[in-house]
Each structure stands twice: as C-alpha cells, then as structure tokens.
C-alpha cells in the first residue's frame, strides 16, 4: 500500500494519474495532520503502508518566516513523525526537499553545501537531516519552482503568470535575479514512481532539465499562450518579501546524470504540457 500524505496539494493532485486508483491512501490535514503524532500513529496502523511520500508541509516561504514555530513544527517535527512510523512499519520513506536550501548562483548538485538563508528552507533542510539519520530504506528529492496543480490548486508565480495571460493583462513584472530549475510536479511524481523502483536509496536532485529566472519564465509563458502582455523585467528589490530569497535554487540531477539514469525533460517542454493541460482544463 502507498501512503502520500498532503495530498490535497500541487503535487499531490497528480498522485491518482500517475500511480492510479489501487492500493493507493491520499491523506491530508485535518484526517492527518503530521504534526500530531497520534493521528499519524493512527493513518499508520490503518494503512501499514509499504511506501510513503511524504508531500506534506507548510510551503508558504513568507508565512514560515512570519511563523518560524508552525514552520519547524510542520516540516521538521511533522517530518519526524512520519519518519518514525516508517522506521517502524519498514515502510521505505520518500521526502521532497527544496533547491532553495542553497545560498549561491549557478546551478547546484548533490554534492554542494546546503546553506539555507530562509525558515523555509532551515525547515525543510532539518527535515532531510531527520529522514537521513532515522531511516536506510529512503529518498530525498530536491525540486525547486514547482509546477502544478492547475487552475484551482496553482495560486504560485507560473499559475498567476497563465491567469494574467489568459485574461489579457497588459503589462506584467518579472524578476531577472531570482534562478530556479522548474519542476512540473506531474513529471516529478512519474521520476519518482520510476526511480524508486530501483532501489538505489539516498538523496537526490529532481527537478527538469535547466535554470531560468522568473523572467525567462514569464517570457516562455507568453510565448506559448501568444499572448500580447508585456513582461517587463525587474530585479528583486521591487518586491520587498518578509522571507529572503536565494539567488539561485536551480538544481541540476547530478547523480541520476552520473548513473545514467536522468529522465527528465527540459523545463520549457513540460511547461508547453502544462499549459496545454490549463486550457484543456478550461475548455471542459
Ligand atoms: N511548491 C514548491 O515550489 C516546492 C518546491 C520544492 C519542494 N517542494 C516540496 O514539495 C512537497 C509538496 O509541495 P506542494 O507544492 O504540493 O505544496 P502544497 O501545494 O502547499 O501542498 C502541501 C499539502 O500539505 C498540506 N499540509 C500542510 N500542513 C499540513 C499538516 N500539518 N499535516 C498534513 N498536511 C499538511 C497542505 O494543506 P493546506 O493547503 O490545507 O495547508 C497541502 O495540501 C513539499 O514537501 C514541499 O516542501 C515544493
């Protein structure tokens, strides 16, 4: 049995396409809410689940910084959590980490240092530290500038970027300072289900294939829509956010490069099939 936990949100909301209908339990908050740990107990004892991923977490980067407390307790202690019940039922664990735990420009591997500028990312780098030390049979996949979730669940930059296209805004403002590797979560989620196949447990990167800014995106976005918007091209300090931003949390998949096993598209691809998905969504 596979157990996903927050799967309600952007990428869980491809877990029924991409592993099916069978032996498959979707949990979320309020039936299961990670940070407390008899009803995680409990989803546990009812599911004894083989596999779990744990998509579960507070992803709002301001709000963890406005609320450091909610943060540690949702991705770090609701990590632990987790963690333990599949120490406890052998359940082999997997964890979503972030680009975002790097502090530097340039696209980042594996085998760089984490050095995380933000409670977000402190989080959820605690979270892959209490996975690593508690459990053998896991894995950690760092995505970074996720894509998903569609019109209803998409309330991210690309998702307002497709809603202001679509609804004819003149003029957009994008940051050109801010790097990232997009991940289309249904992508993210199909890698998963391939790789975990393997065996081959440990930390890995998983994004698509690339680094772009917000602005590249944004530029993408309207080419692809033919849209007539104006992106306009701002560096960061425009928008002042209670949570600092890294320069770059672009993520190259290193180690599936070196093993040969990166299957993974390039971003400007799955993007194309997002949109397209977004307006198959709306003609329906
Ligand atoms: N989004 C990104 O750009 C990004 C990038 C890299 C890695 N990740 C990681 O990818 C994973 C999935 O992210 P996502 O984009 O799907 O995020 P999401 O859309 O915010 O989904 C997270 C889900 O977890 C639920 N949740 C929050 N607190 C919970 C709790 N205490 N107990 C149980 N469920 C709880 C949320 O419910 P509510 O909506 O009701 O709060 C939501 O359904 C996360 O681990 C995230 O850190 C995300």
Redesign the pocket.
Known sequence: MLLI??A?????SYAKEVFGNENIYLS??PE????DQNKVKKIFAKVKPKVVIH?????DVDRCEKEPDHAFR?NTI?TQNVALECYKYDAVMVY????SVFNTEGIHTEYDEPNPICVYAKS?LEGEKIVQSFLQKYYIFR????IG?GRA?DK?FVGKIIQFCLEGKKEIMAVNDKHGTP?F?KDLLKGIKEFIMTGNYGLYHLGNNGICSRYDIAKKIVEIIGSDTKVISVTSDKFPLPAPRTPSEAIRNYKLELMGMNMMRPWVESLKEYIEDWRKEDNA
């Open positions: 936990t927050g309600h949100g952007m990428v869980g979320d908050i299961m809410d990670i940070t998509l579960a977490a507070e992803t949702t609701g979503i980490g972030t680009g959820k995505a970074s500038f996720m979730g669940k991210k991940t979560a």
